[in-house]
């Protein structure tokens, strides 16, 4: 059924085995065989052996003769040939009762394999939530640990609450100083308010003085030129007398 590879001369490539049968066809006369062992590799098939110890019984125990001592044999025979047969069943049974409990035996430590993969996984997302929250503390502890620092470079809370003291003296004293600088600008405001009103009426009273003297200067101009016209006439009357 099988053939063997053979060796191509100077290349040292190994041809693949021609076979006979396909993998699943051999597997099939495989189990046929096992199952109903009617070949072997040596001698007649196990079963065919039974079947004509079986045959030669029962033609002779319908023979009707008197074969009893025949019968006697061939039916020790057929029984001797049965046990022989049972004997590989046997083993086999055995075989596949091993097997079954070698399938069962793996089906339970796959199972736990598989309980203990499914248990190694949830163990192993505990532990990354376990870090994680590891990590957030040793960030909140770094944190702590730089605003204790921060503190540590203050100085005390004594020597704070004085210079805080100070402060708000130094801002009362500002404040104090800031209103009374508003009511002093306040006040030069209004005395400068009022200065520019002594102003524009001091200013007022100049030109209405300017305007009466001008008036005046104008109406002595006129006074004298009706004068000098007057006399300037009486001069003229004269003469002509």
Known sequence: MLGKGRKISGRGETVAANYAFGPLEDDVIIKHRLLTRTTTTRGEPPLKKLQKKFTSFI????????????????????????????????????VIDANIREKENF??????????ILQAQADIEDLKKQLEESKIERQ???????????????????????????????IAALEAENTA?????????????????????????????????????????????????????????????
């Open 107 to 116: 089906n339970d430590l796959k199972d736990e394999i598989n309980r203990q």
């Open 59 to 94: 033609i002779e125990v319908e023979k009707d003769d008197d074969n009893y001592n025949d019968c006697a044999k061939l039916s020790k025979a057929f029984l001797q040939e049965l046990a022989t047969f049972e004997i590989p069943l046997l083993k086999s049974k055995a």
């Open 181 to 241: 600088g508003s009511r002093l600008l306040e006040l030069r405001k209004k005395q400068f308010a009022l200065l520019l009103h002594v102003v524009d009426e001091l200013q007022n009273t100049i030109e209405e003085e300017q305007k009466n003297l001008i008036e005046e200067m104008r109406m002595a101009t006129e006074e004298q030129k009706s004068g000098m016209e007057d006399a300037s006439g009486g001069s003229e009357a004269m003469a002509v007398d």
């Open 140 to 170: 909140h502890k770094e944190e702590c640990e730089a605003i204790r620092k921060l503190i540590a470079l203050q100085p005390p809370r004594s020597e704070t609450q004085k210079t805080i003291t100070e402060l708000e003296k130094e």
